[in-house]
């Protein structure tokens, strides 16, 4: 089945140390991986795709085919960088495409 | 350039009644999706409209309905209502001919209140 699974409801770090956000999924062909973010009192909006290879606000995910992931990083953590964050995956074979989305991860940059 | 608009901001509805929320697309955009977002809960994808034809659904029930117009804007309609169906609805557009290897733009979201 396709899933994505975000195994962190919440994360709590603090200013200038490392952040990970977990992200694995379940795809029987090539996926396309997305990271969406919502600040607080704003929209949900487009963090990074894995087929750009760029860095946004700091922010690297490399998708590992061999373990199935997809995981968002920052060296080091701002506290702007408080919000929700979403992994999705976006599915687009044959007639069942869709886009499937994790639970989200809750992260909290303390000062 | 407004973004995705979607309006009502609020909405509270009694069980049984129906509700229309409404939505319009980023300029230059085709195509838009529907999303149900419950308390603590990821989006979950209701259905998708291109040339104001349903493209995609999820595994929601028939009384969820939508349309897309001419001018790219849609409607999502509920009937039936239940206190389950009370969520954040999200509308998102993008420029992806049907597909979903683009980015999406979201709204605000509607929130409906069911009692």
């Known amino acids: 089945a396709q899933r994505v699974t975000q195994p962190e409801k919440l994360l709590s770090v603090f200013k200038g140390a490392p952040v990970e956000l977990k992200c694995n999924y379940s795809?029987?062909?090539?996926?396309?991986l997305f990271w969406y973010v919502q600040y607080s009192r704003q929209r949900l909006q487009l963090l990074l795709r894995?087929?750009?290879?760029?860095s946004i606000k700091g922010f690297t995910a490399d998708l590992n085919k061999g373990e199935t992931s997809f995981h968002l990083k920052k060296p080091f953590a701002q506290e702007e960088d408080s919000a929700m964050y979403y992994c999705?995956?976006?599915?687009?074979?044959?007639?069942?495409?869709?886009?499937?989305w994790g639970l989200g991860t809750s992260l909290a940059v303390n000062p | 350039d407004a973004g995705v608009t979607q309006s009502p901001t609020h909405l509270i509805k009694t069980r049984g009644q129906q509700v229309t929320l409404r939505c319009s697309p980023k300029?230059?955009?085709?195509?838009v999706s529907w999303y149900q977002q419950a308390l603590g809960q990821g989006p979950q994808f209701i259905f998708q409209?291109?040339?104001?034809?349903?493209?995609q659904r999820g595994n929601f029930p028939d009384r969820f309905s939508g349309h897309q117009f001419p001018n790219y804007s849609s409607e999502l309609n509920v009937n039936a209502l239940l206190l389950g169906d009370s969520a954040l609805y999200l509308c998102?557009?993008?420029?992806?001919?049907?597909?979903?290897?683009?980015?999406?733009?979201f709204g605000n979201g509607t929130r409906l209140t069911v009692t």
């Open positions: 795809y029987s062909g090539s996926p396309e």
């Open positions: 894995h087929i750009s290879r760029e």
């Open positions: 409209y291109y040339e104001e034809e349903e493209r």
């Open positions: 300029s230059g955009h085709d195509t």
């Open positions: 999705a995956l976006s599915s687009n074979a044959g007639n069942n495409r869709k886009l499937i």
């Open positions: 998102a557009s993008s420029s992806t001919g049907g597909l979903f290897n683009s980015p999406l733009h």
